[in-house]
């Protein structure tokens, strides 16, 4: 069965080290999301891809980074990790980003990442 | 205001009970609708789509009021297993933008 992945669940560091948080998908989409999720908020977007190459800042993109090297994998990278970067995150894929059907998101299972 | 802005709850309902979420949403532009549900801590999963007026699955009902810029899910014959937050999402363009949540707890 088709799924995605992330890696690790859990995660803890220090300040300012450089943290990269794995998302894989075998649903063979194009269009991958990071999101991180906060009590009091919903999730929030952070960065997004349409496809290899493509990566695209969201509402809460400072000090994160991505990149696109192939269809499966979205790396989400903290550049210089920070105690407000203390969330849970979440990886997604969707096979499309219009009105109409197949824009449903699909979720991995998450990565709590503490910053100390 | 927010985009998409849902009651917190919790929404505390005996086992059989008919419950019904409501949620609102800013851009009238949006097009489609969703609604995951969340158990603690653990990931986002589908619950439903509602791209016209509405949809039904099972025990589950969503339905779409755009002159209000609403929508709404109801749940008949609750289930414990139905304890949840439920998440209210919209389509802005081409990103999804999430309501903070509606927290269920059905009890026995």
């Known amino acids: 069965d088709a799924e995605i992945t992330q890696s690790p669940r859990h995660k803890i560091t220090e300040t300012g080290r450089q943290v990269t948080l794995a998302c894989h998908q075998t649903?063979?989409?194009?269009?991958m999301f990071w999101y991180r999720q906060d009590l009091g908020h919903g999730l929030r977007l952070i960065h997004y891809?349409?496809?290899?190459?493509?990566?695209n800042k969201g509402e809460v993109s400072d000090g994160y980074s991505v990149s696109r090297s192939n269809t499966e994998d979205l790396p989400l990278t903290l550049e210089s990790a920070a105690s407000s970067q203390t969330s849970v995150y979440f990886c997604?894929?969707?096979?499309?980003?219009?009105?109409?059907?197949?824009?449903?998101?699909?979720f991995g299972p998450g990565t709590r990442l503490t910053v100390l | 205001r927010k985009e998409v802005e849902q009651d917190p709850g919790p929404f505390n309902v005996p086992e059989g009970a008919t419950v019904a979420f409501n949620c609102t949403y800013s851009?009238?532009?949006?097009?489609?609708f969703f609604w995951y549900r969340q158990d603690c801590r653990k990931e986002p999963k589908l619950l439903m789509s509602?791209?016209?007026s509405g949809n039904e699955d099972g025990r589950f009902t969503a339905q779409l009021n755009r002159a209000s810029q609403y929508i709404s899910l109801l749940i008949r014959d609750s289930k414990l297993s139905d304890s949840a937050t439920y998440l209210c999402?919209?389509?802005?363009?081409?990103?999804?933008?999430f309501g903070a949540g509606t927290i269920l707890r059905v009890k026995s």
């Open positions: 997604a894929s969707s096979e499309s980003v219009f009105s109409g059907s197949g824009n449903e998101q699909f």
């Open positions: 649903w063979n989409h194009n269009n």
């Open positions: 891809s349409y496809g290899v190459q493509d990566t």
């Open positions: 851009n009238s532009a949006s097009q489609s």
């Open positions: 509602v791209y016209s």
């Open positions: 999402v919209a389509l802005y363009g081409n990103k999804l933008v």
